[in-house]
């Protein structure tokens, strides 16, 4: 964060005694100041694939594809920020080497329920805890594991991909 935000929050702490939350101010500040030109085409192009789980590699090369140059850093730079802001999930799978996100945004808490991937298509699909609820009271009451919903991702093939392959 940059020094100058420190700067205003001691400025508003010790001369104003006003109802603001100094780290509402901060967030805001974060949300807006980082609207750039190459983050909104990371936006959009999560947006328009909110089904699919992506890696920083994978968002690089597909926007840079379509003609608009990205640095690899601005891409990484974005998604932690996108991720902290709560409008991504981020998990690791254990056959990548690199973290995965998703666009959350028009999903609500999405680290309140279970996601599935078509190991084909890579389609993601949320799934109400409900249908593992057997399942986490056995993992809890034999192995003692608590189930992080958010950060659970169940492998599969999806129905459209098993029609395309039969």
């Known amino acids: 964060m940059c020094g100058c935000l420190s700067a205003i929050e001691i400025f508003l702490e010790k001369r104003y005694s006003y109802h603001i939350s100094v780290t509402y101010l901060r967030d805001e500040l ?3 100041e980082y609207k750039t030109k190459s983050r909104n085409k990371i936006i959009e192009y999560l947006k328009k694939n909110a089904d699919t789980r992506f890696t920083a590699r994978d968002i690089y090369n597909a926007i840079n594809e379509e003609g608009d140059e990205l640095d ?9 920020r996108l991720y902290k802001e709560g409008r991504l999930v981020k998990y690791k799978e254990a056959d990548v080497n690199a973290s995965c996100y998703q666009y959350s945004e028009e ?27 057997e399942t986490a009271e056995k993992m809890k009451s034999e192995y003692g594991i608590d189930i992080d919903y958010g950060k659970t991702v169940l492998i599969g093939v999806c129905k459209d991909c098993k029609k395309q392959n039969s």
Do not use: P, W
């Open 107 to 133: 999903h609500g808490s999405c680290h309140e329920h279970t996601h599935a991937q078509c190991s084909s298509c890579g389609k993601i699909f949320h799934i109400d805890n409900d249908v593992l609820e």
């Open 30 to 32: 974060m949300k807006t």
């Open 72 to 80: 690899r850093s601005t891409v990484y730079r974005n998604l932690e």
